[in-house]
Structures are given as structure tokens and as C-alpha cells.
């Protein structure tokens, strides 16, 4: 049985002392998102939190628990029906990265018996995939068991066995479906004194502060209650309970002239603990500079503690994308202010909306992300196929040659030629457009400052391009 559609998320947080949990950090932030419908969802950071400051602070990703809860079983229709069986409740801890995907199936809870089929369906698993990174991990929760039409109660998504019950004559009385903190109870008492079995109870997470997958109580001339946790409880005369929503809990058993009580859907509950680095930013800024079009990136930090690096990553156009472009090694320990600085000399030649950010870094392995900056640069104007920049350069530094019209190269192999002042020179051939700028820059690093002549030849076309070097 397929999911419902509907999403709901809702987000709580709490604020903790850094000395319950990290000693070197100031305080920690819990998040805790419930989702009760399938999809694919993100873990990112929480810059919405009161009393963050994004110009000083950066959090850390330090621990995540999931909790998954499958479908719970539906209970049986019958004089001596069992209850239905809860789905299985896990709770897994593990570590992950801001922007790691969580790809998530919500069991359905099992319809009770009905005209037709005296037994409740069974409920179905739930599962939870994490990608993050290279890393990728699966785990599922095995739906509970329906109730049977005429006895037993079903077993637990964890393995908890249903309650025994008996179908015969007088002293008809339905098994207690299985908890996932206990099993159900057999059905007992004869005649009019004869009560079918308890659910087991449900299991408690501590994080919510909530028992998930109870099983549902089995007829008889009484009809038994729920496991601690549940709202199964069976009818003798009328509808089985239903299980209460996304509990994951089974459905009790009804009459032979209603139906079984639903088993409940189930849930998955994510806790994710992220912690404040002890990187205390005075300022973090971006620059464009027209004149060679570079970027700066510029940051200051009043203390350190346990820093090892800072990397840059840059997204341009959109902040979907991220990918790394420098490292600067921090200063470990310290408590006075420090400066850092990077230069961005590969801005695309096209221009647009450049965004910045800093992934601080420290010597666990563990590390957070600054807030964002930007720049706009401006696009590189020119009636050439063939554009570099910077030019002039200085000694030892990187140039970029770049398509200025990239309608005007077809694939064509590239003849690179480095002029000398006789007229002669050497000569690459490039699959390539990629391959121009680091030869070129190796090429210029063993020359002396002045004026220097390449050329470009592609198909029919020749483009000449003089590099001044400083």
C-alpha cells in the first residue's frame, strides 16, 4: 500500500549548555524534524536560530539520530480475533554533513478485517536512505502483522509474538498483538468471564518522549486494551479501535458484524545536534576588482581553538552548487585576532552573481560552514574569439584564456604556437579549449618579464594574442 502524499515538517529546537556536550564549545543546538510522508529531504543549516549571530558564528553538524517506525498491523474481525501486531521502532545514531539527502518511505498502517477477510492486513516498512557524500546507508523497519479472524494476535514488526487465543465454542478469545516492548497476552477466562488478550506495550524513545509501535488488544466477551502507548483496543461489539495516527501502533480487534480496527502509519522522526565551532569571525568579506577581475576574500578572526584550516568554495550563479577553490591553514590555537585573505583569479569571463562561503575546518576532521557573501562581476567584453585575463600579470601567477565566442570553436584540434622574436617557436597541439591556460602559465613562469606573443590557430582561423608579463 503506497504512502500518503501529504508532507509535514515541523522543526523544534533547544538550546543546551556546551559543557553537556562538547567542553570546548559554548553552546550546542538540537533540531528535531518529524516526517509522517515519503520524499527526499535535505539536512542544512540552521541560520534562522534566535540568538545566532552568522557574522560570528558557524555550526558544526556533530550528531544525528533517526528514529523509524513502520506500519502498524490491523486487527482481526471475530468473536475471538487477536489484536493487530505494532511495526518495528529503531532508533540509529550516526554523523552527517550539512547537505547530505535523506530519502524517506513511510510505512502504511494495515486495514483492520473486514467482510471477506476476517484477518487485519499486515503493515508495511518504512525506510530511510542517507546519501552523504561518498557514503550512502539504508535502514528499514519491518511492519507489524494483522490480527488473525479467529485467534491469534499478530506479531510485531520487531519479532514480539502475538497473544495465543482460542476460536471454539463459549470460551472464544482473542491473543494481544505484539508490542515492540513486549509481547501480547494470551486471550483468558471461560464463558461470559472471557477477555481476549493485551496488546504488548509500545517502545519509548527517549528523544520524543513518546512509545511508537504498541500492539492492538484481541476480542473475546471482553475485549482486551492496548499496549501501553496504543489506542487499539478492541470492541466486542462494534468496530475495533484504531490505532493512533503515525504511532505505527496495530488496530484492535472488532466484531463479526463490524470490522478490525487500522493499524496506524508509521513515522520517522530525525534529531540532529549541531554544535557552535570555537572560530570567533571579527569580519568576512568579498571585493570584486574590475581592473584584473578577481575576487577577494578576506576574513578575521578574534580567537582560535583547535582550527586547523579554512577551505574556500565558491558557487556562481546559484548556491546549489558549491565546489572548492583554496585552502588556507589557520592558526590552530590562539586568542588574538588573525587575518586571511585569498585571491579568486578564475572568475568566469561571462561575469554574473558569485557566492562565497568558508568551511571551517578543525583537527577531528569536523567541520561547519560560514554564512554566504557574494560579488558581481562583470562580464569580459571583447570582438575576439580568444579572451585572457589577467594581462598584464605578474610574475609567477596564473593566466586564464578563455572562449570569448564560444559559437566560433567547433571542436576542432587547437595549434598553440609561443612566438619568439625571430618569428620562430614552438608548437602544442590541444583537444582542448581546457588545455590552453595551464600550459600558457607554465610556459610564462620560465620567462622574463616583458612582451610576449602566442598563437592561437583552430580550423581556418588564426587569432594572435600579445601577453604582458610584469
Do not use: C
Amino acid at each position: 500500500m503506497k504512502s500518503r502524499l501529504l508532507i509535514l515538517l515541523t522543526i523544534t529546537y533547544a538550546l543546551i549548555s556546551g559543557n553537556e556536550v562538547y567542553a570546548q564549545y559554548s553552546r550546542a543546538v538540537i533540531a528535531t524534524k518529524t516526517y509522517t510522508s515519503g520524499g527526499t529531504f535535505t539536512i542544512t543549516d540552521l541560520t534562522d536560530i534566535s540568538g545566532y549571530d552568522p557574522n560570528n558564528e558557524i555550526f558544526a553538524l556533530a550528531e544525528v539520530e533517526v528514529l523509524l517506525v513502520s506500519g502498524g498491523g490491523g486487527g482481526g474481525r471475530g468473536n475471538s480475533a487477536g489484536g493487530g501486531g505494532g511495526g518495528q521502532v529503531r532508533v540509529e545514531t550516526f554523523n552527517l554533513t550539512l547537505g547530505a539527502k535523506l530519502n524517506i518511505a513511510i510505512g502504511s498502517g494495515g486495514p483492520g478485517g473486514r467482510p471477506g477477510t476476517n484477518n487485519g492486513d499486515d503493515g508495511t516498512q518504512t525506510e530511510v536512505n542517507l546519501s552523504s557524500g561518498s557514503t550512502s546507508i539504508g535502514y528499514i523497519a519491518s511492519g507489524g502483522k494483522g490480527g488473525n479472524g479467529n485467534g491469534n494476535g499478530g506479531n510485531s514488526g520487531n519479532g514480539n509474538s502475538g497473544g495465543n487465543g482460542n476460536g471454539n465454542g463459549q470460551n472464544v478469545k482473542g491473543g494481544g498483538g505484539g508490542g515492540n516492548g513486549g509481547p501480547g497476552t494470551n486471550g483468558s477466562g471461560n464463558g461470559s468471564s472471557s477477555t481476549g488478550g493485551k496488546g504488548g506495550d509500545g517502545a519509548f524513545v527517549a528523544f520524543t518522549g513518546k512509545r511508537y509501535g504498541a500492539g492492538g488488544g484481541g476480542n473475546g466477551r471482553n475485549g482486551g486494551s492496548a499496549g501501553s502507548g496504543g489506542t487499539g483496543d478492541a470492541n466486542p461489539s462494534g468496530q475495533g479501535g484504531n490505532a493512533s495516527a503515525n504511532s505505527g501502533s496495530g488496530g484492535g480487534a472488532g466484531s463479526s458484524s463490524n470490522k478490525g480496527g487500522n493499524g496506524s502509519d508509521g513515522i520517522v522522526v530525525v534529531q540532529i545536534t549541531y554544535r557552535i565551532l570555537p572560530v570567533e569571525f571579527l569580519y568576512f568579506n568579498t571585493t570584486y576588482k574590475s581592473s584584473d577581475h578577481t575576487a577577494i576574500v578576506e576574513w578575521a578572526t578574534a580567537k582560535e581553538w583547535e582550527n586547523s584550516h579554512f577551505e574556500i568554495e565558491r558557487a556562481i550563479n546559484t548556491v546549489k552548487e558549491w565546489s572548492k577553490i583554496g585552502r588556507i591553514e589557520g592558526k590552530g590555537y590562539s586568542d588574538s585576532a588573525s587575518e586571511y585573505s585569498f585571491t579568486d583569479s578564475d572568475l568566469p569571463r561571462t561575469g554574473g552573481n558569485i557566492f562565497y562561503r568558508l568551511k571551517q575546518v578543525d583537527y577531528a576532521g569536523k567541520f561547519s560552514y560560514s554564512n554566504t557573501k557574494s560579488i558581481q562581476a562583470e562580464a569580459l567584453e571583447s570582438s575576439d574569439v580568444w579572451i585572457t585575463y589577467p594581462n598584464p600579470s605578474t610574475s609567477g601567477s596564473e593566466i586564464k584564456i578563455d572562449l570569448a565566442q564560444p559559437d566560433k570553436y567547433l571542436d576542432e584540434l587547437i595549434y598553440l604556437r609561443f612566438i619568439s622574436f625571430l618569428g620562430n617557436g614552438n608548437t602544442r597541439i590541444l583537444s582542448s579549449p581546457d588545455q590552453i591556460s595551464p600550459i600558457v602559465s607554465d610556459w610564462l613562469r620560465k620567462q622574463r618579464s616583458g612582451l610576449h606573443i602566442i598563437e592561437i590557430r583552430w580550423g581556418s582561423k588564426t587569432q594572435l594574442i600579445k601577453l604582458l608579463r610584469n
